[in-house]
């Protein structure tokens, strides 16, 4: 996972994921795997994304789908491999810890792009991508990364962190949905030096959150911060603390320096919501006219000026390109897996429960993308706690 910023310099990130499948295969069936109740829903979600196919029209479709069934595919391996007895030795607070880590990688990134803006080099493997599938606005974004997205939602050039990704709301996304488990390694911190390093980092980070102009990262830090008071305002006073101290040190930054100016004028402007209504009502519409096994993958939007229809959003992607039979499975068993471990209250299955449900708290609005794996994982490692919790004489790893 921590490897994932190397793939990106060169040119890789979004495929390093499917690339490393044979690694997760040999891991995953070194000494077997078992499987949670409930588990076929997601292997029901797969096959419905393998019977889409039949839809796919041309070749550069047929790549993404081939993408998407891979980064599944690696998906399931490391839920397995998480989740099954052989990683006991990969506990739950080293994923907790790797997946924090990602998060303050992530940041640095956003700071990167304030700083750089301009940013942009040429990767070893866009020397070997052929120059007609460069001409594809997504792969060239992947072999030729940025660390900005340009936006003109203010109504004028504001630069949008998009460091180690290939657009501001995937870094979004992937900040919403690690931030719970940056939570979780201060409530382990054991030291004050640590305790300060993971408070002061979180207080950081206001200044990239705030810059990268994502409401729904926003909204989905407010969803996660309103739920952890809820559930473990009594338990957790270090992480009550900071999250107060952090409510407080943005409303002084937003006050008193530009970032007021940013966020006021980003809440001002309706341009971006009305194009992304339009976009999302073309989706609707193209779904109905092919609801079971939808399109394959993503297609162009009617509109010239909009992205594809059936992107922006990972339930629209799963509706457009598998059809509604695959997006109900797909809810089904996120919904199976923060039902069955809703008791877990402490302990790194409770921060992995509150991951998850940050991600599908932001999934009408986001995709996935390179999360999904990660999800996967947080998965496993929340339903091996819950077990362990339900378990008469089990131990938490």
Known sequence: ??????????????????????????????????????????????????????????????????????????????????????????????????????????????????????????????????????????????????????????????????????????????????????????SYARSTLTRCVIACSLIAALIPVVWSLNRGLWLSLGIAAVYLGLRRVRRTRKVWATAALLVAVLGAALLFTPLGTVTHERFSTRSSTAGRAALYDETEQRVLASPVLGYGAPRPSTNQYQPSAGTQTELGLIAFSNGIPALVLFVSWFTVVLWRTRHVGSGVGFWCHLAILVAVCFSPFYEWAVMLPLVMGAAAVALREAEAVAAPCGQAT
């Not at 040119?11 to 069936?29: D, I, K, N």
């Not at 992937?174 to 201060?186: E, H, N």
């Open 1 to 186: 996972m921590l490897s994932l910023p190397a793939w990106w310099y060169l040119g890789l990130g979004y495929f390093a994921w499917p690339l490393m499948t044979p690694a997760l295969v040999a891991m995953a069936s070194r000494r077997g795997s078992r499987v949670p109740a409930g588990f076929g829903l997601w292997m029901l979600f797969l096959l419905c994304m393998a019977a889409s196919s039949v839809e796919l029209d041309s070749g550069s479709r047929g790549l993404a789908f081939a993408y998407r069934i891979g980064l599944g595919l690696s998906a399931t391996l490391f839920f397995l491999i998480l989740y099954s007895d052989f990683p006991r030795r990969i506990t739950g607070r080293a994923v907790l810890h790797s997946y924090a880590l990602y998060w303050g990688i992530i940041i640095a990134g956003g700071f990167v792009a304030i700083w750089k803006p301009n940013l942009s080099f040429t990767t070893l493997a866009q020397h070997l991508t052929p120059g007609a599938l460069q001409h594809n606005e997504f792969v060239y974004s992947i072999v030729h990364p940025s660390v900005t997205e340009q936006s003109n939602v203010l109504h004028h050039s504001h630069p949008r962190p998009d460091m180690f990704f290939s657009y501001t709301n995937h870094w979004g996304a992937a900040v919403a949905f690690l931030t719970p488990f940056v939570l979780g390694s201060l």
